[in-house]
């Protein structure tokens, strides 16, 4: 599920653990996504293998 956007806009990004993390802390901060701490750090470990460079 996903509140701000289809789960197709990640799937279509290349990015190192790095860049994830900044994606998603953005999105988190400054965005208002309702995640905690613990849950974008798991959203940033699944992005960055199934979806690194």
Do not use: F
């Amino acid at each position: 599920m996903s509140i701000c956007h289809s789960i197709d806009r990640p799937k279509q990004r290349k990015n190192q653990k790095k860049g994830w993390d900044a994606t998603v802390m953005r999105m988190k901060d400054k965005n208002g996504c309702p995640i905690t701490d613990e849950e974008a750090k798991i959203i940033i470990d699944y992005l960055a293998e199934e979806y690194g460079k």
